[in-house]
């Protein structure tokens, strides 16, 4: 499901802010500059992520003409 939708990229991004996380609270725990900062970063990545992960819903494709039925349409494959 994760290659079909093309989510590997938001896994990545949500990966990179968890990392990001534990870097800030590793740094605030040591007293060094900057974890504020990181802390900051990690945020951004998870805003990124959850829109990465959204963009598949945002996007789908309408089945029927009565725009009841929605179906995630994957990027580079047609489906019927």
């Known amino acids: 499901m994760l290659q079909v939708l093309k989510l590997k990229k938001a896994i990545f991004v949500i990966i990179l802010g968890i990392l990001a996380l534990i870097a800030s609270q ?3 725990k040591n007293r060094v500059d900057g974890s504020n900062l990181v802390l900051g970063l ?3 990545f998870f805003i ?3 829109l990465l ?3 598949p819903i945002l996007f789908a494709k309408k089945v029927d003409a009565e ?3 929605v179906e995630l349409k994957p990027i580079g494959k047609d489906v019927e």
């Open 26 to 28: 590793i740094m605030s």
């Open 53 to 55: 992960f959204l963009y």
């Open 67 to 69: 725009g009841e039925n």
């Open 48 to 50: 990124i992520g959850a």
């Open 42 to 44: 990690s945020g951004a």
